[in-house]
């Protein structure tokens, strides 16, 4: 099974910052990885598909990069909206699906 | 507007069964990919069961043989049928649509626990 591991597990920045998370797999997932964010009671909403490509609606400030094994997310001026919790998926062995642990941005 | 709608969910004893619906507007089940994915309290999403546009299904090696997946046409609707429930299968469950390999649609949620 292919695990994903994000670094940090919890990351503090403010208003403005520029942010990155990490996403490590286990093996490569040439470029089948999406990102989500998701606020606290809430589902998670794709914000990235194929490592770099912006779902409808999300925006620019938002970018994915990265092929194989390491894949970057990067906010590149992170407003309020954005504190949540973030996961990488990859879905090389689709039909099945695995998720990373997850990033907190917090303030 | 595409949505999806989820509903069964409740406490169960260990063992026990229940069915999950999954109402979609906007949309038409049987010409998607649609999944279940769940979470557990303070962990990531799990990817729970899958199927096709052609009706197959998969599933998640932890729910194999105890869950199934279904989804009726006529009403629009996905099921998981889940039996033989144990306390790891505590979380909410989501139902989504699967986009470009991704979960581009996902519902509100509707919360299992599994305890006596």
């Known amino acids: 099974d292919i695990q994903l591991t994000q670094s940090p597990s919890t990351l503090s920045a403010s208003v403005g910052d520029r942010v990155t998370i990490t996403c490590r797999a286990s093996?490569?997932?040439?470029?089948?990885l999406a990102w989500y964010q998701q606020k606290p009671g809430k589902a998670p909403k794709l914000l990235i598909y194929?490592?770099?490509n912006l779902d409808s609606g999300v925006p620019s400030r938002f970018s994915g990069s990265g092929s194989g094994t390491e894949f970057t997310l990067t906010i590149s001026s992170l407003q309020p909206d954005d504190f949540a919790t973030y996961f990488c998926?990859?879905?090389?062995?689709?039909?099945?699906?695995?998720f990373g642990q997850g990033t907190k941005v917090e303030i | 507007e595409v949505q999806l709608v989820e509903t069964g969910g409740g406490l169960i004893q260990p063992g026990g069964s229940l069915r999950l619906s999954c109402l979609a507007s906007?949309?038409?089940?049987?010409?998607?990919?649609m999944s279940w994915v769940r979470q557990a309290p303070g962990k990531g999403p799990e990817w729970v069961s899958a199927?096709?546009?052609?009706?197959?299904?998969y599933y998640a090696d932890s729910v194999k043989g105890r869950f199934t997946i279904s989804r009726d046409k006529s009403k629009n609707t996905l099921y998981l049928q889940m039996n033989s429930l144990r306390a790891e299968d505590t979380a909410v469950y989501y139902c989504?649509?699967?986009?470009?390999?991704?979960?581009?649609?996902w519902g509100q949620g509707t919360m299992v626990t599994v305890s006596s």
């Open positions: 989504t649509k699967n986009s470009r390999g991704a979960f581009d649609v």
């Open positions: 906007g949309f038409t089940v049987s010409g998607n990919y």
């Open positions: 199927i096709s546009s052609g009706d197959n299904t």
């Open positions: 093996q490569s997932v040439s470029s089948y």
């Open positions: 194929k490592a770099s």
């Open positions: 998926q990859q879905y090389n062995t689709y039909p099945t699906w695995t």
